[in-house]
């Protein structure tokens, strides 16, 4: 069976700070996707990144960076520099080859305190 | 840029009745999918639908939900009798293509079930 886990509920910090948010995933299936979605607290989903599971090269995208080990079943999402923009909650979500699903994770919460 | 219009953004209704929440897709998809979001939960998955007709949906998908895409444009959720429980965030979504293409979520619509 599939699922996320995004042990992080809450996590604060001050303005500046990097910041890493983990997902751990599970998956039976060799071909699978990642995603990151963020959660403003206006509400709506927010696409940040897919991976699919024949690439685990590191992306980074300005001040996002995402950290994908296989052997590890991890999916880490790394924020440099934080933001108060930057505050909401993240969803690490998990999609296998044969389901047309997302299963996501509880969410964590980041707070950037200026 | 292109995005996903879900209406309204807040539904009050009573236990019992019957109501429907429309979304616009992305006007060149050809996938989209429903999702329900419990205050403070996860996001949870409902069904998806493609060529006009459902490709795959959840144990919550029971018999007290359908789907609909009436036109071309606007893909709809009926709920038949609401119950206190289905009070949640209800995300609309749409992808280009086959599944593992990105899917892009609407602002959500938020239903009170009093």
């Known amino acids: 069976a599939q699922k996320v886990t995004q042990a992080q509920t809450e996590i604060s910090v001050v303005e500046k700070e990097d910041v890493t948010l983990d997902c751990v995933y599970e998956?039976?299936?060799?071909?699978?996707?990642l995603f990151w979605y963020k959660q403003p607290p206006s509400g709506e989903l927010v696409f940040l990144i897919r991976?699919?599971?024949?690439?685990?090269q590191n992306e980074i995208s300005g001040r996002y960076s995402w950290n994908f080990q296989k052997s590890t079943s991890s999916f880490n999402f790394t924020i440099t520099a934080s933001q108060v923009v930057d505050s909401a909650v993240y969803f690490c979500?998990?999609?296998?080859?044969?389901?047309?699903?997302?299963?996501f994770g509880k969410g964590t919460k980041l707070t950037v305190n200026p | 840029e292109p995005e996903v219009t879900q209406t309204p953004s807040h539904q009050v209704t009573q236990m019992g009745q019957e109501v429907i929440l429309r979304c616009v897709p992305i006007?060149?998809?050809?996938?989209f999918y429903w999702y329900r979001q419990i205050l403070g939960q996860k996001v949870e998955f409902l069904v998806s639908?493609?060529?006009?007709?459902?490709?795959?949906k959840s144990e919550i998908f029971d018999d007290q939900f359908s789907v609909e895409r009436p036109d071309g444009s606007n893909f709809t959720l009926k709920i038949r009798s609401t119950k206190l429980e289905d009070s949640a965030m209800y995300f609309c979504?749409?992808?280009?293509?086959?599944?593992?293409?990105?899917?892009?979520f609407g602002a959500g619509t938020r239903l009170s079930v009093l």
């Open positions: 979504a749409s992808s280009e293509g086959e599944s593992k293409n990105i899917q892009y």
């Open positions: 998956t039976r299936d060799t071909t699978y996707y």
């Open positions: 991976r699919n599971s024949f690439d685990e």
């Open positions: 979500a998990l999609s296998e080859r044969g389901s047309e699903k997302l299963v």
């Open positions: 006007s060149n998809h050809l996938y």
């Open positions: 639908f493609y060529n006009n007709e459902i490709s795959e």
